[in-house]
């Protein structure tokens, strides 16, 4: 199983961005895909995650700017960030808690990170 992470980028502040994460290999269900966020010297955090329902749950920092989605047809998250902060500079990375068989346990993927930047 593979987690491949697309679009990040430099941005101005006030500015938008779109990531994007495909899990690909063998998979039989994911039931929740999220995105996480490391900036320089700091710990790991959760940005928002989503369940294959529909379900999802945000930091407080990103609420109201961002919103993540999923489509399950293409095992694919995308996180929306608008009204881009300084402060949301760090280097983002997908996560999904997935089932290769439906015998098997659960277990969590990560995607390889893709660095945002806001600054002017």
């Known amino acids: 199983v593979q987690l491949q992470a697309s679009g990040g980028g430099l941005v101005q502040p006030g500015g938008s961005l779109r990531l994007s994460c495909a899990a690909s290999g063998s998979i039989f269900s994911i039931p929740v895909m999220g995105w996480y966020r490391q900036a320089p010297g700091k710990q790991r955090e959760l940005v928002a995650t989503?369940?294959?329902?529909?379900?999802?749950n945000y930091a407080d920092s990103v609420k109201g700017r961002f919103t993540i989605s999923r489509d399950n047809a293409k095992n694919t998250v995308y996180l929306q960030m608008n009204s881009l902060k300084a402060e949301d500079t760090a280097v983002y990375y997908c996560?999904?808690?997935?089932?290769?068989?439906?015998?098997?346990?659960?277990?969590?993927?990560w995607g390889q990170g893709t660095q945002v930047t806001v600054s002017s």
């Open positions: 996560n999904a808690e997935l089932r290769e068989r439906r015998s098997f346990p659960i277990r969590t993927y």
């Open positions: 989503i369940t294959s329902g529909g379900n999802a």
